[in-house]
């Protein structure tokens, strides 16, 4: 993807006409202009709710990117939102980024939650539509069966195909949870900022309502599939509450995700596959 560079009018809108933009490998599309950064927006609302929860977080032992707003109060401009720059890069540091979960989510448990998390997917989809149809999969008693009585559930290729049949079978494992849901990010891996002796960065909040060790378990599942994570994440964290319940809900997540999202490629299946069978032998 060719990254588009922000218009000079948003810039202006901004308070920041006069500094030449440069783009950042991890700031998920974003330009650096002097001490702030500008992102592309997908999704309004989602911008405009963790731009407003931002704004006032304390988190200890976390940097969040605080918003910047446009002259005119605004968060979000013609698609693009400001935020403070923060040093760092993503590090496989999986441990950490766990801690980083935690510590953040004691303080999000007092959020309340969005309206746009209850609101179903809806045709045409777009990335968050996809996110938002797999974290139900994960959840409801038949997985995808929401989808498939109103006849979204698009074509997917053979190791999505193989995805689909994966969670049909994870889903005979699951138990009731009882651990309340909440506002987590569910989306830490590979987004928080390290940088030398400085506490751990976030940039920003990608939110769900599910319970806080859900969010620790997508981190243990991406680390163990994608990011070099040993075997004993799954045992290290084992004392969160209903860890392995958590775990099964997390892999079928991210399994619904590679086998609906248009972008996700055969390679990333091994890794999830075998992750799922890691975990299936906890349960």
Known sequence: MIAVEPPEHVRSTFGLREIVPVPLGNWDGGWRCGDVVLSPVTDHARAAWSAKVRE???VDGIRLARPVRATDGRYVVSGWRADTYLEGVPEPRHDEVVSVSLRLHQVTATLERP????????APWVDVDVFAAADRAAWEAVPLRSLKMGGLLPST???GDRSLHLITQLSTLRKPVVTPAQLVHGDLFGTVLFAGAFAPGLTDITPYWRPAPWAAAVIVVDAL?????DDGLLQRWGDLPEWPQMLVRAVMFRLA????????TEEAFPGLAHTADMIRLML
């Not at 309206?115 to 809806?122: D, N, Y």
């Not at 995700?257 to 996700?264: E, I, K, N, T």
């Open 257 to 264: 995700v590679h086998a609906l999202h248009p972008r996700s």
């Open 56 to 58: 006032t977080l304390r």
């Open 157 to 159: 290729s053979p190791d």
């Open 225 to 229: 599939s994608w990011g070099g994570g």
């Open 115 to 122: 309206r746009f998390l209850a609101q179903a997917p809806v």
